[in-house]
Protein backbone atom coordinates (compact mmCIF):
# COMPACT_ATOMS: atom_id res chain seq x y z
CA UNK A 1 0.00 0.00 0.00
CA UNK A 2 1.65 3.49 -1.02
CA UNK A 3 0.98 5.96 1.52
CA UNK A 4 -0.28 10.02 1.04
CA UNK A 5 3.03 11.19 1.91
CA UNK A 6 4.75 8.73 -0.07
CA UNK A 7 3.07 10.08 -2.92
CA UNK A 8 3.51 13.37 -1.97
CA UNK A 9 7.40 12.72 -1.87
CA UNK A 10 7.35 11.51 -5.26
CA UNK A 11 5.70 14.03 -6.59
CA UNK A 12 8.41 16.98 -5.02
CA UNK A 13 10.85 14.96 -5.87
CA UNK A 14 9.64 14.97 -9.36
CA UNK A 15 8.78 18.53 -9.19
CA UNK A 16 12.34 19.24 -8.09
CA UNK A 17 14.42 17.53 -10.78
CA UNK A 18 12.46 19.35 -13.37
CA UNK A 19 13.39 23.02 -11.80
CA UNK A 20 17.19 21.20 -11.10
CA UNK A 21 17.34 20.44 -14.79
CA UNK A 22 15.67 23.74 -16.37
CA UNK A 23 17.68 25.61 -13.93
CA UNK A 24 21.29 23.91 -15.29
CA UNK A 25 20.20 24.70 -18.74
CA UNK A 26 19.93 28.18 -18.00
CA UNK A 27 23.30 28.33 -15.91
CA UNK A 28 25.15 27.13 -19.16
CA UNK A 29 23.78 29.37 -21.38
CA UNK A 30 26.41 31.66 -22.45
CA UNK A 31 23.79 33.87 -23.80
CA UNK A 32 22.61 34.89 -20.16
CA UNK A 33 24.25 37.31 -18.41
CA UNK A 34 26.91 36.01 -15.54
CA UNK A 35 24.93 37.59 -12.55
CA UNK A 36 21.98 35.43 -13.39
CA UNK A 37 23.81 32.74 -14.36
CA UNK A 38 25.21 32.23 -11.03
CA UNK A 39 22.31 33.15 -9.29
CA UNK A 40 20.54 29.70 -10.94
CA UNK A 41 23.52 28.24 -10.19
CA UNK A 42 22.98 29.22 -6.28
CA UNK A 43 19.19 28.10 -6.65
CA UNK A 44 20.47 24.50 -7.81
CA UNK A 45 22.76 24.26 -4.74
CA UNK A 46 19.90 25.04 -2.16
CA UNK A 47 17.35 22.45 -4.35
CA UNK A 48 19.85 19.99 -3.44
CA UNK A 49 20.58 20.62 0.07
CA UNK A 50 19.02 17.77 1.63
CA UNK A 51 19.41 19.09 5.49
CA UNK A 52 16.39 21.69 4.83
CA UNK A 53 12.65 20.09 3.69
CA UNK A 54 11.38 20.33 0.54
CA UNK A 55 9.50 23.22 1.04
CA UNK A 56 12.29 25.36 2.32
CA UNK A 57 14.54 24.22 -0.05
CA UNK A 58 11.83 25.59 -2.29
CA UNK A 59 11.19 29.11 -0.63
CA UNK A 60 14.71 29.56 -0.85
CA UNK A 61 14.70 29.03 -4.45
CA UNK A 62 11.82 31.03 -5.40
CA UNK A 63 13.74 33.96 -2.93
CA UNK A 64 16.89 33.96 -4.49
CA UNK A 65 15.13 33.94 -8.40
CA UNK A 66 12.64 36.57 -7.15
CA UNK A 67 15.44 38.54 -6.67
CA UNK A 68 16.78 38.47 -10.41
CA UNK A 69 13.61 38.20 -12.15
CA UNK A 70 13.52 41.85 -12.68
CA UNK A 71 16.83 42.18 -14.14
CA UNK A 72 17.07 44.46 -16.56
CA UNK A 73 19.60 42.66 -18.50
CA UNK A 74 17.36 39.35 -18.31
CA UNK A 75 16.78 37.89 -22.17
CA UNK A 76 12.86 37.43 -21.87
CA UNK A 77 12.60 33.83 -22.71
CA UNK A 78 15.09 33.36 -19.43
CA UNK A 79 12.62 35.66 -17.95
CA UNK A 80 9.69 33.53 -18.99
CA UNK A 81 11.52 29.84 -18.01
CA UNK A 82 12.38 31.35 -14.63
CA UNK A 83 8.78 32.39 -13.78
CA UNK A 84 7.71 28.91 -15.16
CA UNK A 85 10.47 27.78 -12.64
CA UNK A 86 9.13 29.56 -9.58
CA UNK A 87 5.42 28.53 -10.65
CA UNK A 88 6.85 24.49 -9.91
CA UNK A 89 8.68 25.36 -6.83
CA UNK A 90 5.24 27.01 -5.42
CA UNK A 91 3.55 23.90 -6.02
CA UNK A 92 6.29 22.22 -3.67
CA UNK A 93 4.65 22.65 0.48
CA UNK A 94 5.70 21.53 3.65
Given at each position: ?76 PTRSEILL ?10
Open positions: MVTKKSEKIKEYEALLSEAIQRLDRISQDRSVPRNIRRATTEAIEVLRDERNSYGVRSNKAISILNDIVNDINMPFIVGLLEKIKD
